[in-house]
Structure formats: C-alpha cells, structure tokens
C-alpha cells in the first residue's frame, strides 16, 4: 500500500472497501493498520469506504498540524478519476453548488442551508456510452464529487446513491453468454472513483506531489470500456 515514506508522513494507495477511521461493518480501518505499522501515526483526511487511492499519513503531530491546516486553508492539489455515465466533453467545467449532509451517509445540493463547495471537471478519455474524467474538488464536501456529477448528469458508474447505473458486461458485449444457473455480477463492485494524485507542502517547505496507480478493478472496467468502444 505504500507509495513513498519519509521522516515526516507516509503516502499510501487504499485499496476499496477498507474505512479510513472505525467502521462498524469491519473491525479493520485504514487508522489501526496505520497504528500497527507506526505507533504515532495519524490519518490527514478520508475518502469513502469504497474510494481507492492516496491517501497522506502523518508519523508526528506536526506533520499533522502542518498538512491538515493545508486542507483547511484548500492549499492541497487533489484530482480524483471517475467513470461515468454518458458521453461527456468537459473542459475545466465548474460546479459550484452548496452541499449540504442529510446524516446517515446522505448529502445534498442545498442553496440555503449548504455549504459552499467547488468542483472542476475534465474528460480525459470518451467511450460508446462511458467518460473517464479528471476531477479536481477545491473543497472537500461529504461526497462533493458524487453529488456534483450527478447534478450536471454525468452520475458515477454504479453510484446508485446518486443515479449512477449499475455496469455489466453484457451491456457492452453483444453475444454475452452467462452460464446456466447463475446471475451476472458487476464487473465492478463499488462506484467507479479512485483518488489519482495529492500535492503538498513538506515541512521542509517543498511542494510533493504523488500518483496512486488504479487497483485491479478499475484497471480492468477501463481495459473493457476500451475493447469495446
């Protein structure tokens, strides 16, 4: 899971499905494994559960201190890679709607109670009814991105929380053949969202900026939407 390691924080790859802080569904969490692997260690920000990709780790409290007043003060570069629904040609398009958390793990778009929350958008590569696109969330909202792709009616693939369309594979292949007796499985078994790079500040005082490869999954529903364009 790591991707580079100093003396000051660690940056790892999260695979999905692992909870950055205690989960009541898991006894494993991102936080414990990073305890069990340095004692003081002490988790920057989170992603969804079900989100791959980097992640910062500080090893101090002022590693900590440090990086965490960077997202607050929105100095960290974040870009996050979804696949979503429908043929989209963005160009550094802006969503800048108000977001506001219902509890439970729901949020909305709310002009009056919401708060403010800032999303740029980018395609990077178009499909037969899929994009892959590049997107660079100026704030960190509860699901900003979900719910900003969503408003501009490019929902993430298998994002049914916020009307993403579950993907098989026989929506692309024509002559799929599924055998006797058995039900077709996604081909992916989360919403299509995997954090890409994180840039910030060392204490040092130069700008780090690093890549989370994409997990298996991801990889392979790319590999698919390619063949099958």
């Not at 559960?49 to 780790?57: F, H, L, N, P, Q």
């Not at 999303?119 to 991105?145: K, N, V």
């Not at 499985?185 to 890549?211: W, Y």
Request: net charge positive; hydrophobic share 35%.
């Amino acid at each position: 899971m790591i991707l580079l390691e100093n003396e000051d924080y660690i940056l790892i790859n999260k695979p999905p499905f692992i909870a950055t802080l205690e989960d009541r569904a898991s006894s494993v969490h991102l936080l414990k494994l990073a305890k069990e692997y340095h004692p003081d260690a002490q988790v920057c920000h989170r992603i969804d559960k079900e989100t791959s990709g980097i992640m910062a780790i500080a090893k101090h409290p002022e590693a900590y201190r440090s990086l965490s007043l960077q997202f607050e003060q929105r100095k960290v570069q974040k870009e996050y890679h979804a696949v979503v629904d429908g043929v989209h040609d963005f160009k550094d398009r802006e969503v800048d709607a108000p977001i506001y958390p219902l509890g439970k793990g729901v949020a909305k778009l709310d002009s009056r109670k919401g708060k403010e929350a800032n999303t740029y958008f980018d395609t990077l590569d178009a499909f037969r009814e899929h994009t892959l696109l590049s997107c660079r969330p100026i704030t960190g909202r509860m699901h900003q991105i979900r719910i900003h792709l969503s408003s501009i009616g490019a929902p993430i693939l298998n994002d049914e929380q916020y009307g993403g369309k579950v993907f098989y594979l026989s929506s692309l292949k024509r002559k799929y053949n599924l055998k006797q007796w058995t039900e077709e499985q996604p081909l992916i078994k989360r919403f299509a969202l995997h954090a890409k790079q994180l840039g910030f500040q060392l204490l040092s005082g130069e700008m780090l900026i690093t890549e989370a490869p994409y997990p298996k999954d991801f990889r392979v529903l790319l590999k698919q939407l390619d063949k099958n364009r």
